[in-house]
């Protein structure tokens, strides 16, 4: 068995390196004290190597392991799923690098550290977060080539570049694997998750505040590439939850348990085609604009036509869909539709409700009660806005008669409340309105900014008619979006406030190359690996000859590799270590014999000290030999150079 060799710093360093990187990769995910706790060990055993203080013993080990179990334990209810699976196995490793003595330890905690990294995907698979593992991997493997080199320390320029060409070698095996290792559909393996995870997106109810907070979010809640041009923005509503139950204060989806008929869309237009690629929501909402078409693969609709997923959608999603722009939706209806959207509380609100009466009894039409709605949002100093005062227990009555400052929620629901005190059906439906274009790769990107809420009220021979009182309050909001629409911009998110073109470009093309990376990288499924695979081929492939084919590949790269690393200069590598053999031949006459465990650093060292008087000669013998031998530069000016030394050495 070979032995251990002691723990040297710059090998220390580079694995502390390594691992800070792999750390901050989850440092998003941790809970604050698993963070500090990391911070503090890795500090620690940094200092006790540099002022050679004693590592702690297991007396304080291992309470402390016990202690970082029990926090888990307690945190998360639990020690298994992912949040507290890789908390406890980073704990681990920090605890594990506070008794590491040797280099044996240290090639442990390498292996241990490269396994941390990759639970990163767990959590994201962006663009960002592989380049942070490709940089933790290189640190990482800066480290193994530094334990592994038999001569002493190597300087980090060297152990740099060493890493660098291994990782190069790697890349045309990674290739291969992933362009020809077989997929199956869904992952190999997953760690259990909350199911209720909250992730930012729309919610399946709607209350004040509900949406005006979502749009304090800059994620991307979608990106869409249509076929042919985007329509203009005032057709861009992305139909998500609509809402049919008011209880005084929220507003809620109708239930499932109604046995009611499908809402029938007529069309004489042709559809919209476009792609969406939908982040994560932990929901079952897909969104489509209105009106939907044509349904995504596994996937559903509802009565009142919201799009839903068979499945919450836990991961990122890529799905074809077809919408009308120009439609009719329910012209006839049933009778129970219109009665509950009707419903409103008996005893809330008396001030909305004589207003809508009052509208009534004028005997003034539908259509003309919708118009004089919308007229008193446009004329009477009402004010779209982020920060709207909290409403009192009649908060219709509130926000109409007193403060008249509210965001689209506020508009929408008063709105569809005024309309059944009026006797007209209405509903609020939530979603997404507009976007921003980009034209670098000429796609939509929704982020939570643009989240809306709208009004749909249902009228004789039209249907159900979509009517937007945010519109009357702020025109702009619907044509330029969030930014344009109110005052309070700072407390939007930096990409929907900042007006820097150069930043806002910066910003578009790296989003377009993290699509570009969703695109072509993390959808590579199993159905466009065979398409693209058959495409080359020019035939139909199974899974038996893509297993063919990534042996074949594989193996054609390992020769390849063979070929590159081990072709060098065979003649001035035979002069190299004959002329190096003569001088240990010189050197044995004199009675210093080299070693079999011995480098040839540590030899030099050791005759210059049995030779004083020649120990300049043998150090330049000794470094030039070692950069030959080790340095990858086997030049025939510096072989010459020191055959000359090593013929003229006496």
Same mark, same amino acid.
């Given at each position: 068995?070979?032995a251990?060799?002691?723990?040297r710093?710059?090998d220390?360093r580079?694995?502390?390196?390594?691992?800070?990187?792999?750390?901050?990769?989850?440092?998003?995910?941790?809970?604050?004290?698993?963070?500090?706790?990391?911070?503090?060990l890795?500090?620690?055993?940094?200092?006790?190597?540099?002022y050679?203080?004693?590592?702690?013993?297991?007396?304080?080990?291992?309470?402390?392991?016990?202690?970082?179990a029990?926090?888990?334990?307690?945190?998360?209810?639990?020690?298994f799923?992912?949040?507290?699976?890789v908390?406890l196995?980073?704990?681990?490793? @920090?605890?594990?690098l506070?008794?590491a !003595?040797?280099s044996?330890? +240290?090639?442990?905690?390498?292996?241990?550290?490269?396994?941390?990294?990759?639970?990163?995907?767990?959590?994201?698979?962006? @663009?960002?977060?592989?380049?942070?593992?490709l940089?933790?991997?290189?640190?990482?493997?800066?480290?193994?080539?530094?334990?592994?080199h038999?001569?002493g320390?190597?300087?980090?320029r060297?152990?740099?570049?060493?890493?660098? !060409?291994?990782?190069?070698?790697?890349?045309?095996?990674?290739l291969?694997?992933?362009?020809?290792?077989?997929?199956?559909p869904?992952?190999l393996?997953s760690?259990?998750?909350?199911?209720?995870?909250?992730?930012?997106?729309?919610s399946?109810? @709607?209350e004040?505040?509900?949406?005006?907070?979502? *749009?304090?979010s800059?994620?991307?809640?979608f990106?869409?590439?249509?076929?042919d041009?985007p329509?203009?923005?005032?057709l861009?509503?992305?139909?998500?939850?609509?809402?049919?139950?008011?209880?005084g204060?929220?507003?809620?989806?109708?239930?499932?348990?109604?046995f009611?008929?499908?809402?029938?869309?007529?069309?004489?237009?042709?559809?919209?085609?476009?792609?969406v690629?939908?982040?994560?929501?932990?929901?079952?909402?897909?969104?489509?604009?209105?009106?939907p078409?044509?349904?995504p693969?596994?996937?559903?609709?509802?009565?009142? @036509?919201?799009?839903?997923?068979?499945?919450?959608?836990?991961?990122?999603?890529?799905?074809?869909?077809?919408?009308?722009?120009?439609?009719?939706?329910a012209a006839?209806?049933?009778?129970r539709?219109?009665e509950l959207n009707l419903?409103i509380?008996?005893?809330?609100?008396?001030?909305?409700?004589?207003? /809508?009466?009052?509208?009534t009894?004028?005997?003034?039409?539908?259509?003309?009660?919708?118009e004089?709605?919308?007229?008193?949002?446009?004329?009477?100093n009402?004010v779209?806005?982020?920060?709207?005062?909290?409403?009192?227990?009649?908060?219709?009555?509130?926000?109409?008669?007193?403060?008249?400052?509210?965001?689209?929620?506020?508009?929408?629901s008063?709105?569809?409340?005024?309309?059944r005190?009026?006797?007209?059906p209405?509903?609020?439906?939530?979603?997404?309105q507009g976007?921003?274009?980009?034209?670098?790769?000429?796609?939509?990107?929704v982020?939570?900014?643009?989240?809306?809420?709208?009004?749909?009220?249902?009228?004789?021979?039209?249907?159900?008619?979509?009517?937007?009182?945010?519109?009357?309050?702020?025109?702009?909001?619907?044509?330029?979006?969030?930014?344009?629409a109110?005052?309070e911009r700072?407390?939007?998110?930096?990409?929907?406030? *900042?007006?820097?073109p150069?930043? !806002?470009?910066?910003?578009?093309?790296?989003d377009?190359?993290d699509n570009?990376?969703?695109?072509?990288v993390?959808?590579?499924?199993?159905?466009?690996?065979?398409?693209m695979?058959?495409?080359m081929?020019g035939?139909?492939l199974?899974?038996?000859?893509?297993?063919?084919?990534?042996?074949? /590949?594989?193996? /054609?790269?390992?020769?390849?590799?063979?070929?590159?690393?081990?072709?060098?200069?065979?003649?001035?590598?035979?002069?190299?270590q004959?002329?190096?053999?003569?001088?240990l031949q010189k050197?044995k006459?004199?009675?210093?014999?080299?070693?079999?465990?011995?480098?040839?650093?540590?030899?030099?060292?050791?005759?210059a000290a049995?030779?004083?008087?020649?120990?300049?000669?043998i150090?330049?013998?000794?470094?030039?030999?070692?950069? +030959?031998?080790?340095?990858?530069?086997?030049?025939?000016g510096?072989?010459?150079?020191?055959?000359?030394l090593? !013929?003229s050495?006496?």
């Amino acid at each position: 068995m070979m032995a251990a060799n002691p723990l040297r710093i710059a090998d220390l360093r580079w694995l502390l390196l390594g691992i800070s990187l792999v750390m901050l990769l989850h440092i998003a995910h941790f809970s604050v004290w698993v963070t500090v706790f990391v911070i503090v060990l890795g500090i620690w055993r940094y200092l006790s190597q540099h002022y050679h203080w004693r590592l702690p013993g297991a007396f304080l080990l291992l309470p402390l392991t016990v202690l970082a179990a029990l926090g888990i334990l307690l945190t998360h209810r639990g020690l298994f799923g992912r949040d507290a699976s890789v908390e406890l196995l980073a704990l681990m490793l @920090m605890l594990k690098l506070m008794e590491a !003595k040797s280099s044996r330890d +240290l090639t442990v905690l390498v292996f241990g550290a490269l396994f941390l990294s990759i639970t990163a995907f767990l959590f994201t698979q962006s @663009m960002l977060y592989a380049a942070g593992i490709l940089a933790s991997t290189f640190a990482l493997t800066a480290t193994l080539t530094g334990i592994s080199h038999p001569n002493g320390s190597l300087d980090w320029r060297t152990q740099s570049r060493i890493s660098g !060409k291994l990782l190069l070698q790697g890349l045309p095996v990674m290739l291969a694997l992933f362009f020809l290792f077989p997929r199956v559909p869904g992952p190999l393996w997953s760690i259990p998750q909350a199911s209720s995870q909250a992730l930012s997106g729309l919610s399946d109810t @709607m209350e004040p505040g509900t949406i005006s907070d979502l *749009t304090l979010s800059g994620e991307i809640a979608f990106r869409v590439e249509f076929e042919d041009a985007p329509p203009p923005p005032n057709l861009l509503y992305w139909r998500g939850p609509v809402l049919w139950h008011y209880d005084g204060r929220s507003w809620t989806m109708a239930s499932q348990q109604l046995f009611l008929p499908y809402e029938s869309v007529q069309s004489d237009r042709p559809v919209t085609k476009y792609t969406v690629t939908m982040e994560p929501s932990n929901r079952r909402s897909m969104l489509l604009l209105d009106m939907p078409a044509e349904l995504p693969p596994e996937s559903s609709l509802t009565r009142d @036509m919201q799009v839903l997923s068979n499945q919450p959608l836990r991961a990122r999603i890529r799905y074809d869909a077809a919408s009308h722009l120009d439609y009719r939706l329910a012209a006839e209806i049933h009778p129970r539709v219109l009665e509950l959207n009707l419903q409103i509380p008996d005893i809330e609100n008396p001030k909305s409700r004589a207003l /809508a009466q009052s509208w009534t009894d004028a005997g003034i039409p539908q259509e003309a009660i919708i118009e004089t709605a919308l007229r008193m949002f446009r004329e009477q100093n009402f004010v779209y806005t982020l920060q709207p005062p909290l409403l009192g227990e009649q908060a219709m009555d509130d926000f109409l008669f007193n403060t008249r400052r509210g965001f689209c929620e506020h508009y929408a629901s008063s709105f569809v409340f005024l309309m059944r005190a009026a006797g007209i059906p209405a509903r609020v439906v939530t979603g997404y309105q507009g976007g921003e274009l980009n034209p670098v790769g000429n796609y939509l990107i929704v982020r939570q900014s643009d989240a809306h809420a709208w009004a749909e009220v249902w009228l004789q021979d039209k249907g159900w008619v979509r009517v937007d009182p945010t519109s009357a309050v702020s025109p702009s909001r619907i044509e330029s979006g969030i930014a344009g629409a109110v005052s309070e911009r700072d407390l939007l998110p930096f990409l929907a406030r *900042t007006n820097s073109p150069w930043l !806002k470009n910066a910003f578009l093309n790296l989003d377009a190359l993290d699509n570009a990376w969703n695109h072509w990288v993390l959808e590579y499924d199993q159905k466009r690996q065979l398409d693209m695979l058959s495409d080359m081929t020019g035939h139909k492939l199974s899974w038996q000859d893509l297993v063919t084919g990534m042996m074949l /590949a594989v193996a /054609a790269v390992g020769l390849l590799l063979s070929y590159f690393i081990l072709r060098g200069k065979p003649a001035n590598r035979d002069v190299l270590q004959h002329s190096y053999n003569r001088f240990l031949q010189k050197m044995k006459r004199r009675g210093i014999t080299r070693r079999a465990h011995e480098g040839p650093l540590d030899f030099g060292r050791r005759a210059a000290a049995a030779l004083p008087h020649k120990a300049d000669e043998i150090g330049r013998i000794t470094e030039i030999y070692n950069r +030959l031998r080790y340095g990858g530069k086997d030049d025939a000016g510096s072989v010459n150079t020191l055959k000359q030394l090593i !013929k003229s050495f006496k």
